[in-house]
């Protein structure tokens, strides 16, 4: 299992965020990786998350690179940042875009630190 899809199954198991009690609106994240494009829809609905794999219209979308999701997915990449390098292109509702950073790690996991490049 990829973190990008451990990241919407931990959304799925989750089901209620009370951080986004006062957010309605769906969020489409195309995430490109070569030929391939890999679709998640994310629905929210005052705090209540519904993530499957769809190309359904939403609110927003999200284009990220497979890498780039990986690296946001193990808290690796700052989404807001990335947007600001232009490696993340959203389509619609900016703000819910940027609220989502919410749900993505802010440090990489255990599994993550103390690698021979990190200098710990």
Do not use: Y
């Not at 899809?5 to 959304?11: C, G, I, K, V, W």
């Not at 705090?47 to 990220?64: E, H, K, L, W, Y």
């Amino acid at each position: 299992m990829t973190a990008t899809s451990a990241f919407f199954e931990r959304l799925t198991v989750a089901g209620q965020d009370p951080r986004f009690n006062k957010v309605c609106g769906s969020v489409r994240f195309d995430i490109g990786d070569g030929g391939n494009l890999e679709q998640w829809l994310l629905e929210i609905d005052h705090g209540r998350m519904r993530v499957t794999r769809s190309a359904d219209p939403a609110t927003t979308v999200i284009r990220v690179s497979a890498p780039v999701a990986e690296a946001m997915a193990r808290g690796e990449v700052n989404g807001l940042a990335a947007i600001t390098r232009g490696e993340i292109m959203v389509d619609g509702d900016l703000g819910l875009a940027l609220r989502l950073g919410r749900l993505f790690p802010r440090e990489p996991g255990p599994l993550q630190r103390g690698g021979p490049a990190s200098g710990t």
